[in-house]
């Protein structure tokens, strides 16, 4: 009898835990850790192969790849780190969020026209030692590395230093 009790306890839970939603790959701490990993190391190739236009950098909207490369270009150039110690504060990419990069009428409409594609897209807020900094981070892209699949959030927008 016991171990009936037993089974039927282990398979209610197993059917609970199976029917919750997985958090998405942009609202998750070891995303996070990636790409703050990626842009201390400098690995602008990479940022720029997960990088999705278009491009929000501050309040304006970049549309060609070119941009976009240079974007991370110029930042692993110039040895741009977030440092070793951030905390992070992640949210639902919303319109809501969209004053966070700009008031204007233009991010207005990239947060209404754009980030609805990305249904697990997410803000991501990020307090450095040297200011404060905004992401949004989209859909999961999977590159090939060093013969291996690794997983990533894309990066819709870079906003800061803030403070």
């Excluded at 199976?18 to 850790?33: F, K, Y």
């Excluded at 991501?124 to 949004?136: A, P, R, V």
């Amino acid at each position: 009898m016991r171990n009936k009790i037993l089974a039927v306890i282990f398979m209610t839970l197993a059917v609970i835990l199976s029917s919750c939603s997985t958090v998405p790959i942009s609202r998750q701490e070891a995303s996070v850790d990636k790409i703050v990993s990626l842009i201390n190391a400098g690995d602008a190739d990479t940022l720029v192969s997960i990088s999705k236009k278009p491009f929000l950098l501050d309040g304006e909207i970049m549309l060609r790849d070119s941009d976009i490369a240079m974007i991370w270009n110029n930042l692993a150039s110039a040895g741009f780190t977030f440092g070793d110690r951030y905390k992070a504060d992640i949210y639902p990419a919303v319109a809501d969020y969209a004053d966070l990069f700009s008031d204007t009428w233009e991010v207005q409409v990239f947060f209404r026209q754009y980030i609805p594609a990305h249904k697990e897209g997410a803000v991501l807020e990020l307090s450095t030692d040297n200011g404060k900094y905004f992401l949004i981070l989209g859909n999961k892209i999977v590159l090939k590395r060093n013969g291996r699949k690794e997983k990533y959030p894309e990066i819709i927008g870079f906003k800061g230093p803030v403070e």
